[in-house]
């Protein structure tokens, strides 16, 4: 009997903890902006692959666009580790795809990560674990959490729960739902904590970081569940600027009846997949490796899309006003 209830006992701490995991408000993190005020940084997605499909390359560029840039962190939109993912917290193919490829002075910067489906496909609790820190202490991947950089916020929130084909025809995929099941809960708590975080936001810019795609002329196209459940607190709220990964390109697309700016930076290695959709709202589509600089300052964004050889292949220019709160 006393076994018995034991084992009562640990059961119910795990379903406690699996439900103060899931339920959890976004962590709140600080990364100060420049002493002048400004902000820059690099987007990156899809890359990991131990430097293959040109992966090196595009860390070599992004290592000199850094250091030109004087960036303060690295944002990184998912897909960390293909093809599936990461077995454990010693797996070798997080330094084979992360510490030994980004080796730019330039790049040893905190970088703020979101898993991606192809995370999902292996151990999604080692990417999220601090272990990975004390190998590498850039790396800061958590399942959705905000950055308040001063001037702007950042609200990274992870996708892949959302996309009901995961769950319901996974193929031959295993994904690892740990923390995170069940899904209707996880989605509506997700969306009632944006929406939170979104509306006490006095940020000069509020952009929101995800792994799936928005709007898309790309691969995958549009994600029909962000599309529904997400872009209309995006629009309620204001924010300037979505990016994502998922789509292995470099995009973007503007919303046709709000500010709204989509930015996709998948590009970090294998890409070139040949496939475009037609988009009313596309601006600049590049299906070949590549990633994405912002500056920011209070009253200007400047988003620049660079190729595989550093080359600047399109400019995004936003501004705005302020507004005294006297």
Same mark, same amino acid.
């Given at each position: 009997?006393?076994?018995?209830?034991?084992?009562?006992?640990?059961?119910?701490?795990?379903?406690?903890?699996?439900?103060?995991?899931?339920?959890?408000?976004?962590?709140?993190?600080?990364?100060?902006?420049?002493?002048?005020?400004?902000?820059?940084?690099?987007?990156?997605?899809?890359?990991?692959?131990?430097?293959?499909?040109? !992966?090196? &390359?595009?860390? @070599?560029?992004? %290592?000199?666009?850094?250091?030109?840039? $004087?960036?303060?962190?690295? =944002? +990184?939109?998912?897909?960390?580790?293909?093809?599936?993912?990461?077995?454990?917290?010693?797996?070798?193919?997080?330094?084979?795809?992360?510490?030994?490829?980004?080796?730019?002075?330039?790049? !040893?910067? &905190?970088?703020? @990560?979101?898993? %991606?489906?192809?995370?999902?496909?292996? $151990?999604?609790?080692?990417? =999220? +674990?601090?272990?990975?820190?004390?190998?590498?202490?850039?790396?800061?991947?958590?399942?959705?959490?905000?950055?308040?950089?001063?001037?702007?916020?950042?609200?990274?929130?992870?996708?892949?729960?959302?996309?009901?084909?995961?769950?319901?025809?996974?193929?031959?995929?295993?994904? $690892?739902?740990?923390?995170?099941?069940?899904?209707?809960?996880?989605?509506?708590?997700?969306?009632?904590?944006?929406?939170?975080?979104?509306?006490?936001?006095?940020?000069?810019?509020?952009?929101?970081?995800?792994?799936?795609?928005?709007?898309?002329?790309?691969?995958?196209?549009?994600?029909?569940?962000?599309?529904?459940?997400?872009?209309?607190?995006?629009?309620?709220?204001?924010?300037?600027?979505?990016?994502?990964?998922?789509?292995?390109?470099?995009?973007?697309?503007?919303?046709?009846?709000?500010?709204?700016?989509?930015?996709?930076?998948?590009?970090?290695?294998?890409?070139?997949?040949?496939?475009?959709?037609?988009?009313?709202?596309?601006?600049?589509?590049?299906?070949?490796?590549?990633?994405?600089?912002?500056?920011?300052?209070?009253?200007?964004?400047?988003?620049?899309?660079?190729?595989?050889?550093?080359?600047?292949?399109?400019?995004?220019?936003?501004?705005?006003?302020?507004?005294?709160?006297?």
């Amino acid at each position: 009997m006393a076994s018995n209830s034991m084992a009562l006992v640990v059961f119910a701490a795990t379903l406690i903890l699996c439900f103060v995991s899931s339920f959890a408000e976004f962590q709140r993190l600080n990364h100060g902006a420049k002493a002048s005020g400004s902000l820059s940084f690099l987007v990156v997605g899809d890359w990991g692959r131990r430097g293959a499909y040109n !992966q090196s &390359q595009v860390a @070599t560029q992004m %290592g000199r666009v850094g250091e030109t840039l $004087d960036i303060d962190f690295v =944002v +990184s939109t998912g897909d960390n580790f293909y093809d599936d993912g990461l077995t454990g917290v010693d797996d070798k193919a997080f330094e084979d795809s992360f510490s030994n490829i980004y080796t730019a002075n330039s790049l !040893q910067k &905190q970088w703020y @990560t979101v898993l %991606g489906n192809h995370d999902y496909r292996g $151990d999604a609790v080692a990417q =999220v +674990s601090a272990a990975l820190r004390k190998i590498d202490s850039r790396w800061l991947c958590l399942r959705s959490f905000v950055v308040n950089a001063e001037i702007a916020e950042f609200f990274f929130v992870d996708t892949t729960p959302f996309v009901e084909k995961y769950w319901t025809d996974p193929k031959d995929h295993t994904y $690892d739902w740990r923390e995170v099941a069940p899904r209707k809960n996880y989605m509506e708590t997700v969306l009632k904590n944006l929406e939170s975080e979104l509306g006490g936001s006095s940020a000069n810019w509020k952009i929101v970081v995800g792994h799936h795609t928005i709007k898309s002329a790309g691969h995958h196209g549009d994600t029909p569940e962000l599309v529904h459940l997400m872009l209309p607190l995006l629009k309620a709220y204001n924010v300037d600027f979505y990016i994502n990964g998922h789509d292995h390109c470099l995009e973007h697309i503007s919303d046709s009846d709000s500010p709204l700016q989509f930015v996709t930076s998948g590009a970090g290695s294998k890409a070139w997949r040949g496939d475009v959709k037609n988009h009313k709202d596309l601006k600049f589509f590049y299906d070949g490796q590549g990633f994405v600089s912002m500056q920011l300052t209070q009253t200007d964004a400047e988003i620049v899309f660079y190729d595989v050889f550093g080359q600047v292949l399109y400019k995004l220019n936003k501004s705005k006003q302020l507004y005294s709160t006297i």
